[in-house]
């Protein structure tokens, strides 16, 4: 099947996208060359969809500097936005070309933002009354921030017994193992979002980018066992 062109994609796509894959790479650095090796690495790999990082002065140039390159050079990927914690935030980068918009918090006038747009919009929520904030005000997934602070893969699996319906995408602590990844899906989570654990100082220091792509594909075969 023909991947679907970034441009193309709807807010159902994006979901769906999340869910298929199962890992979500994030990753911010200043040097846009170094974000595009980086990006392409773990397309490679088989990461199709990517967290742009908001941070640093200037991040969202280098976004549209990304946003465009990937239109171009990468077909199927999806290139999002997290730690955004505005409305403006969210606006400016849904202009430059985000498909999603990723945040530490809950803050419902973002939501309202990115669903005007038809923009996949994932709040960062530590509880349970967050979570069903959230829902309501619209989040079709909810990212469990920080993730092994507010109860790790227990609380995942606490939250779904009587909320089964709920979509919950762990962030922070998530590490490209077997023990690692086998505790969350286990515990039901729709997707993880992996940082500094996949994409490891080491890598970036010794530009390694082989090995970061060996090391996406070995997470996302361990998803799928998991899985099935």
């Not at 991947?3 to 994030?26: C, F, H, N, W, Y």
């Not at 392409?40 to 946003?67: K, P, Q, V, W």
């Not at 606006?91 to 939501?111: D, H, R, T």
């Amino acid at each position: 099947m023909q991947s679907i062109v970034q441009t193309d994609m709807k807010r159902i796509d994006v979901a769906l996208k999340m869910r298929e894959i199962g890992a979500i790479p994030l990753f911010y650095h200043p040097d846009v060359a170094l974000c595009k090796e980086v990006i392409a690495a773990c397309y490679r790999g088989g990461m199709t969809i990517f967290e742009f990082t908001n941070r640093g002065d200037h991040a969202h140039e280098i976004f549209s500097e990304l946003a465009r390159w990937a239109r171009q050079q990468m077909p199927g990927l999806v290139l999002g936005v997290g730690t955004v914690v505005d409305a403006g935030t969210s606006s400016l980068y849904i202009q430059l070309g985000a498909k999603f918009i990723v945040s530490p918090l809950l803050n419902e006038e973002m939501g309202r933002t990115c669903n005007r747009r038809k923009v996949l919009w994932i709040p960062g929520c530590a509880t349970a009354s967050e979570i069903s904030k959230a829902e309501e005000a619209g989040a079709e997934i909810v990212k469990i921030f920080p993730g092994p602070t507010v109860g790790g893969p227990a609380f995942i699996k606490a939250y779904l017994g009587p909320c089964p319906w709920s979509s919950l995408m762990p962030s922070g602590g998530v590490s490209p193992t077997v023990e690692n990844l086998t505790a969350w899906f286990d515990a039901g989570a729709f997707a993880v979002g992996m940082g500094s654990r996949l994409i490891t100082r080491e890598i970036i220091t010794d530009k390694d980018f082989e090995k970061l792509e060996k090391v996406t594909k070995n997470a996302l075969e361990i998803i799928q066992k998991i899985r099935s």
